[in-house]
Each structure stands twice: as C-alpha cells, then as structure tokens.
C-alpha cells in the first residue's frame, strides 16, 4: 500500500478504534477513564498478535515512503516529511480551538454537565474527541512505522503509553506549546540519564554495570511527580506567564 494512501488511512481506522473503544467508556472520567484506556491498550495488543493482516508475531514491513521515483529512505529524507506533517496538523489542532467543535471541548473540559445545560451533545463530542486524538496518533504512528521500517507489538509497551502522559503532564494539557515543551524535556532528560549514568555507575558501583534504565525510570517518574505538586499547569503555564511579564516589562509585577 501506497505511503500517501497508508498515512491518512492510518489516522482514520485508528480514530474509528478510538470510537469503538471510548464509546463504552463515555459514563466514566478521571482515574476511572484512565484505566479504562489503558484496559483497551491491552485488548488493542492481543488482537494484533493475533491477527493475520496485523503481522501477528512476526511484524510487518512497511517500506520506505517514494515520490515520482524518488526514494524517502533515510531519516534525513523522512525528516522533511515528518515537519512538513507536524506543521499541518498543529495548524490544524490549533485553528480547532475557534471552531464550534473547539468551544464545545473547552465546555465539556471545564464543566460537562454546564456544557450539557448549554446545549452539547457530550455523547457526540466526547467520541469526536476520542477520534481526533487516535486520528493524531495513527498519523504518528504511520509516519514512525515508514521512519523504522519495521513495526511489531513490542515496540508499543504500557511504559510508552504512560511516557506521553507524563509528556503531557510536564507540557502541560491542553495547550498545542505544552505538548512540545513536554517532548523537549523529557528527550532531554533521557540524554541527561544517559549521558551521566556511566559516571554513575563507576562513582557507585552498587548501580551496576547500566544503571540508565532504572535511573532513566527513577528521573522520569520524579519530574512527573514535581510538575504535579509544583506547576500541575505544566511548562506551557509558565511560558505563558514569561511571555505575560516580557510585554509589561519593565512594570511586569
């Protein structure tokens, strides 16, 4: 299958998975949703090892993306593809936000049954909600699977899933900035680990041989924890008040 056929594709049949999988889970919110979601990660993972068209096992092959005879076949080729991708959809999430649909998502965010008083349809929204968000992640996912060129169950893990979480957590949900913000930390963080656990490792040898996977653990879970104690709104809310106090500047108080 074609790489221009398969990427829009890849966003729509994982957003109508999103839709057969949030449906049941509309009456819930909070901790329960999140639980919810994780359960149907795991349903998500049984079905492709199990299923033929899936790879099962074995994974599938997706070869490398081509244009008029021209070959995407190394990450500095896939790179402009990516960008140029990442640049429609932010534009696209963010002009979401001044639509009908992006006021009806802050109302349900904020206060459900006020929303609801107010006239939105929950049921519609939230399941539009829901296939907007996998739509986003099957476009990754596709762009990730023509970038490796190879895609198989163990490379989507419960740790992956619980990362770009934290990602948001650190970010700062609901904001498009937050969400980069929260990438660029935690890949910072990840060569922070990785660059100094070596050291560690020979300033305490109880650590081990490589310690980067545990510390790597041990520092993600940490930051998660101060954002939510200290700034639960995340970088975004702090960029927010930097941008706020540099226009007032020199009467920013």
Same mark, same amino acid.
């Given at each position: 299958?074609?790489?221009?056929?398969?990427?829009?594709?890849?966003?729509?049949?994982?957003?109508?998975?999103?839709?057969?999988?949030?449906?049941?889970?509309?009456?819930?919110?909070?901790?329960?949703?999140?639980?919810?979601?994780?359960?149907?990660?795991? /349903?998500?993972?049984?079905?492709?090892?199990?299923?033929?068209?899936?790879?099962?096992?074995?994974?599938?092959?997706?070869?490398?993306?081509?244009?008029?005879?021209?070959?995407?076949?190394?990450?500095?080729?896939?790179?402009?593809?990516?960008?140029?991708?990442?640049?429609?959809?932010?534009?696209?999430?963010?002009?979401?936000?001044?639509?009908?649909?992006?006021?009806?998502? &802050?109302?349900?965010?904020?206060?459900?049954?006020?929303?609801?008083?107010?006239?939105?349809?929950?049921?519609?929204?939230?399941?539009?909600?829901?296939?907007?968000?996998?739509?986003?992640?099957?476009?990754?996912?596709?762009?990730?699977?023509?970038?490796?060129?190879? &895609?198989?169950?163990?490379?989507?893990?419960?740790?992956?899933?619980?990362?770009?979480?934290?990602?948001?957590?650190?970010?700062?949900?609901?904001?498009?900035?937050?969400?980069?913000?929260? &990438?660029?930390?935690?890949?910072?963080?990840?060569?922070?680990?990785?660059?100094?656990?070596?050291?560690?490792?020979?300033?305490?040898?109880?650590?081990?041989?490589?310690?980067?996977?545990?510390?790597?653990?041990?520092?993600?879970?940490?930051? /998660?924890?101060?954002?939510?104690?200290?700034?639960?709104?995340?970088?975004?809310?702090?960029?927010?008040?930097?941008?706020?106090?540099?226009?007032?500047?020199?009467?920013?108080?």
């Amino acid at each position: 299958l074609s790489f221009w056929i398969a990427l829009p594709l890849s966003g729509i049949i994982a957003g109508l998975i999103g839709i057969i999988g949030g449906a049941p889970s509309l009456r819930i919110k909070g901790m329960y949703l999140a639980m919810a979601t994780i359960a149907i990660h795991f /349903v998500v993972i049984w079905l492709i090892l199990h299923l033929e068209i899936t790879g099962s096992f074995k994974g599938l092959f997706p070869p490398p993306p081509s244009l008029v005879g021209f070959e995407f076949d190394t990450d500095e080729r896939m790179y402009y593809i990516i960008m140029t991708v990442m640049v429609i959809m932010t534009y696209a999430a963010r002009n979401l936000a001044r639509t009908k649909v992006g006021r009806a998502f &802050v109302a349900i965010r904020d206060n459900d049954l006020a929303g609801e008083v107010m006239g939105v349809n929950l049921y519609y929204y939230k399941l539009l909600a829901f296939f907007l968000a996998c739509f986003y992640a099957g476009i990754a996912g596709s762009l990730w699977a023509h970038l490796i060129t190879v &895609v198989n169950s163990e490379q989507f893990t419960l740790m992956h899933a619980l990362e770009y979480i934290g990602m948001l957590i650190i970010g700062g949900m609901g904001s498009i900035p937050g969400v980069f913000f929260g &990438v660029l930390f935690i890949r910072i963080l990840n060569e922070v680990v990785m660059f100094t656990s070596p050291v560690l490792a020979k300033t305490f040898p109880w650590l081990g041989t490589s310690p980067a996977a545990a510390l790597g653990l041990i520092a993600f879970g940490l930051a /998660v924890m101060i954002f939510l104690i200290f700034e639960p709104r995340g970088l975004a809310h702090r960029w927010e008040i930097f941008k706020a106090s540099y226009r007032l500047y020199p009467f920013a108080y």
